[in-house]
C-alpha cells in the first residue's frame, strides 16, 4: 500500500517568509508525528496528533511553529518569520493505533537563504 | 527526558563481515526500541525493532539484543552487502500513556567496503 506522503519535497524560503510543509499519512494511521532533522543528525521529536488531537507539542521549538491535524488525516507543519536556523529535513511518521512502529515519509528539505 | 548515545558514528567494514552498533538509552521505563536506515535523500526506515520483555530478534542477516539491566541495545549485521551502506539510527520510546515520541542516536554511516 501507500506509504507516508510529503509535500513539498523541497522548499527554500527566503527568511521571514512563511512555509506550510503537508504530511499524507498511510491511510488509517490514527497516529501522527512531526520530527526535524539537522544536517548529519538524528530526527528530533516536534509534536504528535492522535486523530485531530494535539497532545504532546512539547518538541517545537518555539511560537513561530505550529502543526495542525483538522480531519485526523492530512496534517499541515507551519513555520512563520522563517529563520536561518529553521534549514532542516521536517519528517512526517504515522503509526497504527494498536502498533508501535512509526513509518516515516520521505521529508520536506526546507532551506532558508 | 530521555537521552540515547550510539556509537560508533562511522564504520567500514568488507563486504561478507560483520557490523555491530551500539547504543545505550537513560530512561529505565523505555519499553520500545527501533532501528532505522536512511539512505541519502531518503526518510528513515525501519529495519528492526524490539520490545523490553524481549532479549533479542533476528529477521534474516539482521539481528537486535537488547539488555535492560544495562540499558543498552545494539544492532548486528552479518554478511553485509554493498547496500547496506547507509546511515542507521537506534531510537526508544516509552509506549504507554503519552505521546510514544522517539528519541533518537545521533546515527552510524556504515560503509561497505566491495
Known amino acids: 500500500g501507500a506509504g507516508v506522503s510529503q509535500s513539498p519535497r523541497y522548499k527554500v524560503a527566503k527568511r521571514g517568509q512563511d512555509v506550510a510543509l503537508r504530511c499524507d499519512p498511510i491511510s488509517g494511521h490514527v497516529s501522527l508525528f512531526w520530527y526535524q532533522q539537522a544536517l548529519g543528525q538524528g530526527p528530533e521529536f516536534l509534536t504528535y496528533?492522535?486523530?485531530?488531537?494535539?497532545?504532546?507539542k512539547s518538541g517545537l521549538p518555539s511560537d513561530r511553529f505550529f502543526a495542525e491535524r483538522p480531519e485526523g488525516s492530512v496534517s499541515t507543519l507551519k513555520i512563520q518569520r522563517t529563520q536561518q536556523e529553521d534549514s532542516a529535513v521536517y519528517l512526517c511518521?504515522?503509526?497504527?493505533?494498536?502498533?508501535?512502529?512509526?513509518?516515516f515519509g520521505p521529508g520536506t528539505r526546507l532551506t532558508v537563504t | 527526558g530521555e537521552n540515547v548515545e550510539q556509537h560508533p558514528s562511522t564504520l567500514s567494514v568488507q563486504e561478507g563481515d560483520s557490523a555491530v552498533i551500539k547504543c545505550t538509552y537513560s530512561d529505565s521505563a523505555s519499553n520500545y526500541f527501533p532501528w532505522y536506515k536512511q539512505e541519502l535523500g531518503k526518510g528513515p526506515q525501519l529495519i528492526i525493532d524490539?520490545?523490553?520483555?524481549?532479549g533479542e530478534k533476528k529477521d534474516q542477516r539482521i539481528a537486535v539484543t537488547l539488555n535492560k539491566t544495562a540499558k543498552h541495545f545494539s544492532l548486528h549485521i552479518t554478511e553485509t552487502q554493498p547496500e547496506d551502506s547507509a546511515v542507521y539510527f537506534c531510537?526508544?520510546?516509552?509506549?504507554?500513556?503519552?505521546?510514544?515520541?522517539?528519541?533518537f542516536g545521533k546515527g552510524t554511516k556504515l560503509s561497505v567496503i566491495p
Open positions: 496528533f492522535q486523530n485531530e488531537a494535539q497532545l504532546d
Open positions: 531510537a526508544a520510546s516509552f509506549n504507554g500513556a503519552g505521546s510514544y515520541q522517539l528519541t
Open positions: 524490539i520490545r523490553s520483555n524481549v
Open positions: 511518521a504515522s503509526r497504527r493505533t494498536s502498533g508501535y512502529e512509526q513509518y
